[in-house]
Nanobody
Framework: QVTLVESGGGLVQPGGSLRLSCTAY????????MEWYRQAPGKQRDEVAR????????YAADSVKGRFTISRDNAKNTVYLQMDSLKPEDTAVYYC?????????WGQGTQVTVRP
């Protein structure tokens, strides 16, 4: 059974940083694409960033460009999201997603709260 486990969320002040991690367990191949999504209260789940298996990043949300950095370690089956200069509007549950052929896997989410 494939499981994605996120970690690294928490409470941080505006301007602070957090580094999220998402590790895939029970999966011996390499995800073609790994992505981060976020869902704020009362809003839909939106893509934040994705990264291909050869390390090319794409940032779907203009609001995070220049502040967030996605990376991955294929040997560890882990994707990271470095979040700097955090703002209150970044507050959300952050989810990772892995895609391999026609299979899609989601993590359970990790809460990020940005407030003074």
């Amino acid at each position: 059974q494939v499981t994605l486990v996120e970690s690294g969320g928490g409470l941080v002040q505006p301007g602070g940083s957090l580094r999220l991690s998402c590790t895939a367990y029970g999966f011996s191949a390499t995800f073609h694409t790994m992505e981060w999504y976020r869902q704020a209260p009362g809003k839909q789940r939106d893509e934040v960033a994705r990264i291909t298996d050869d390390g090319h990043p794409y940032y779907a949300a203009d609001s995070v460009k220049g502040r967030f950095t996605i990376s991955r370690d294929n040997a560890k089956n882990t994707v990271y999201l470095q979040m700097d200069s955090l703002k209150p509007e970044d507050t959300a549950v952050y989810y990772c997603k892995g895609a391999w052929n026609s299979y899609i896997y989601w993590g359970q989410g990790t809460q990020v709260t940005v407030r003074p």
